[in-house]
C-alpha cells in the first residue's frame, strides 16, 4: 500500500501550511531545519557563551571561538546576528533526532519563539505530518 506524504519545501514559503494552534503537535519539525539567527543574548541563554564573555569579548573574537568549536556557521558583523551550525542531515544541533523535539525548549533563542510569526511567510509554516508508526 502507498502512503501519501505531504510535501512541503522549507526554501519554497508558498508550500507552507497557515498556522493554526495545535498544528505543531504532530509535525516533522521541519521549522528546525531552517538556518537560525540569533543574537549575543540568546546565545547566553543557550549556554554556549558565558555571561561574563558576552560582556567583556568583542563579539568579532565571541564568533571566532564559536565558528573554531562548530558551533556557528557565519557572523554578520554589521548586525552583530550569528547563524548557529546545523547537523550534516541539515537538523538544528537541538532539535532531538527521534522524538524531532527541541531539546532547549525554555532556552530557545527568540527566532524559533517568535516563529512563525516573525519568518519568511509570517503565519505560515512548513508543516509536514509525522508518520505514524503501523
Known sequence: MKSSIY???????????R???????NCM???CTM?????LADLVRLQLVDPF???HEAPKQIAKRLT??????????KYEIYT???????DCRFLDANTRRCTVY?????????????SPRPNYCPYGAKAHAR
Open 19 to 25: 498556522y493554526r494552534n495545535g498544528l505543531c503537535d
Open 29 to 31: 519539525a521541519n521549522c
Open 84 to 90: 548557529l551550525a546545523r547537523r550534516a542531515s541539515g
Open 106 to 118: 525554555e532556552q530557545r533563542p527568540n527566532t524559533c519563539r517568535r516563529h512563525p510569526q516573525v
Open 35 to 39: 538556518p537560525v539567527e540569533v543574537k
Open 68 to 77: 573554531k568549536a562548530g558551533l556557528i556557521d557565519h557572523f554578520n558583523f
Open 7 to 17: 510535501l512541503v519545501d522549507v526554501d519554497r514559503p508558498d508550500t507552507w501550511t
Open 53 to 55: 564573555e558576552a560582556e
